[in-house]
């Protein structure tokens, strides 16, 4: 696990509480929104209303989960917690920015609270936590390397 | 990569902004009163944009506004939501106080901060009294004021329409149309009631009133079906036999849809004159503070008024899919438009009625008002006077001062011509039923109920002829269109 590992020299018994945290909060937007996708799409196809309620209802399960990752990734970041970047928190708050839009547009009745916004909206997010995702990888490997 | 994320944030919080401005407020409401309403580019904003008054009620002394040539004053208070009025053949009037049924399924996140919002503008809080009764009051020797008053019906599910005919009381609950043996003069029903016919109702049932009315023939009744959501965003499985009004026969309990693709229809009345069926209609929210016109009309046997694919005429409504273009085809435009979001519930036409000239050819509307704007339109009762059997002028305000700047100590909801010839008003936020009379005290030989059959009304022009063509043997297209979902 990797918070055996000495990583700036020195708080290295320190329990990592903030990582272990965020391993279980981050996964909720991950899935939430990726599935919010996958739902405004069938709705597309389908014209189906519950596909619908699907989407908004993941997109505020993502959002409330998400606001809480970011809040503890914040105060980690604030207090120097090895490994936590504002660069990382500026990708998680766009991230939300779009789903909390999101959700507004889901808010509307009918077609066009999916088609065509919603649905655009939905691959942004989605786009945006694979950036994220990736930058954070880059990030970690480079500590690692360097 | 960090400055452009920063970028990305402050964009799309700009953005957010734009999307919730409301656009110009100059925007003349009385362009959207009359045949032919000016109709602006349906918008979207992100957050509806939402004004609701505070109901704080009525203080000791205060009152309604109204012209000159009138006077306002209290016909009854300390009701539980007074909803409807109506006024039986021998002057006695029924005061139907509901509040809306509970445990509505809600589906998505909006709805549950919907919920809270509106739970604002209902007002009271605390302990509330008991309502979903039917009040009787009695103007004894005619001078204005409520002599006697007796509760005939009480715990009742939701009521809101009235009728009365031939030893019989009609009350439209909110899934059911129930009859009671009633004799005019008696302050009690005299028997359990029989149910007519049941109403698409529960669970979600979520526009409720159903209106009623007697029909000049005096062997149907007339109820109206509010539609289930905004525009169909609960699907069209939910929206069988709404956004429609009924045509129900009297003895027997069958019935047909009369008419349909009205939103949410009220205020259900027969022209005195003409005989032809009016009501006033709510229609759709978040289409902006200027859409859609809510409105007034005469209603077509068979006919289709356009909810939920379109809105005056062929104004295509893009919101509901799949998109429906013989149905858009086929709607038809209503007659006279009352402003958008003014949320008319009451309709009463006044000839007969001892109102002074300027009121004495018309209608009047009762408008509970606004909230998807962000400045208030309706609360208010308006006059809209008639000719031939048509709208003939722009609507005048003539009760007002339901609004104390952004609070409502009322709303005027359900509206009637008393046995005295003059205005009662139910407000069901202020708890009080208001009498507008003439100013000179004029009231009128001898009272005329609510509905007036056909023998009642002074020379109808279509009294005699072919009975109703309702019956035909194939129903209208529109009569099915609501329960077809490809």
């Known amino acids: 696990m990797a918070h055996a590992r000495p990583v700036d020299g020195y708080r290295r018994e320190r329990p990592r509480y903030a990582d272990m945290l965020l391993a279980t909060l981050t996964p909720f937007p991950v899935v939430c929104f990726t599935l919010a996708l996958l739902t405004d799409l069938a709705y597309w196809r389908t014209s189906y209303l519950m596909w619908q309620h699907f989407s908004a209802w993941l997109l505020l399960v993502g959002i409330v989960v998400g606001g809480c990752a970011l809040l503890v990734s914040i105060i980690a970041t604030l207090t120097h917690r090895p490994g936590h970047r504002w660069s990382h928190i500026g990708l998680g708050v766009l991230v939300l920015a779009l789903a909390f839009l999101n959700n507004l547009v889901h808010a509307r009745d009918g077609w066009t609270a999916v088609v065509p916004s919603g649905l655009v909206l939905s691959a942004l997010t989605v786009a945006a936590l694979i950036a994220s995702g990736l930058m954070r990888r880059a990030s970690a490997s480079s500590r690692w390397s360097s | 990569m960090s400055r452009t994320t920063y970028a990305a944030v402050g964009a799309i919080g700009l953005l957010a902004l734009a999307a919730c401005d409301d656009g110009p407020d100059d925007f003349d409401v009385s362009r959207q009163i009359g045949p032919d309403p000016v109709l602006p580019e349906p918008r979207q904003p992100l957050l509806a944009s939402i004004k609701l008054a505070e109901v704080v009620g009525w203080q000791e002394g205060q009152t309604p506004v109204v012209p000159e040539s009138l006077t306002v004053s209290a016909y009854a208070t300390d009701l539980a939501n007074p909803r409807t009025v109506h006024t039986l053949p021998n002057g006695d009037v029924l005061v139907v106080q509901s509040r809306g049924p509970s445990g509505k399924p809600l589906p998505r996140p909006k709805d549950y901060i919907r919920g809270w919002i509106m739970s604002l503008a209902k007002g009271g809080g605390g302990e509330q009294p008991e309502s979903n009764l039917v009040t009787l009051l009695r103007d004894t020797d005619r001078d204005g ?230 400045f208030f339109n309706g609360y208010k009762v308006v006059y809209i006077p008639f000719e031939n059997g048509m709208p003939a002028g722009m609507a005048e305000d003539v009760v007002t001062g339901f609004l104390d700047g952004d609070q409502a100590r009322g709303r005027p909801v359900g509206v009637a011509i008393d046995g005295t010839g003059a205005l009662l008003i139910a407000d069901d936020a202020g708890n009080t039923v208001w009498r507008v009379a003439a100013a000179d005290g004029s009231v009128t030989p001898e009272p005329i109920g609510s509905d007036r059959v056909a023998a009642e009304r002074a020379a109808p022009p279509d009294a005699v002829g072919p009975a109703p063509s309702g019956e035909a043997a194939t129903p209208p297209p529109t009569e099915i269109a609501p329960a077809v979902q490809e």
């Open chain 2, 145 to 374: 004021m409520v002599d006697e008053r007796s509760d005939l019906l009480t715990g009742l599910h939701s009521p809101f329409g009235v009728a009365w005919h031939d030893g019989t009381l009609y009350v439209a609950e909110a899934d059911e149309i129930v009859a009671y043996p009633y004799e005019l003069g008696a302050t009690e029903v005299g028997g359990e009631p029989q149910t007519i016919t049941p109403l698409p109702g529960g669970p979600i049932n979520h526009h409720w009133t159903k209106d009623l009315a007697l029909g000049p023939d005096a062997r149907h009744l007339y109820v109206s079906v509010g539609s289930n959501s905004n525009a169909a965003e609960r699907g069209m499985e939910a929206e069988k036999g709404r956004a429609a009004i009924w045509e129900v026969d009297r003895a027997t309990g069958a019935s047909r849809v009369y008419a349909s693709g009205l939103r949410n229809p009220n205020g259900l009345t027969f022209h005195p004159e003409t005989g032809t069926l009016w009501t006033v209609v709510n229609e759709r929210d978040e289409l902006g503070p200027n859409l859609v016109p809510d409105y007034m009309t005469s209603v077509q046997d068979g006919g289709f008024y356009g909810w939920p694919w379109s809105y005056y005429g062929d104004h295509v409504d893009v919101r509901v899919h799949p998109p429906r273009p013989e149905m858009v085809e086929q709607a038809i435009a209503p007659d006279y438009a009352l402003s958008s979001h003014v949320a008319p519930l009451g309709m009463a036409f006044t000839m007969g009625s001892a109102m002074p000239e300027a009121f004495a050819n018309g209608a009047f509307v009762g408008e509970h008002g606004s909230w998807n704007r962000t």
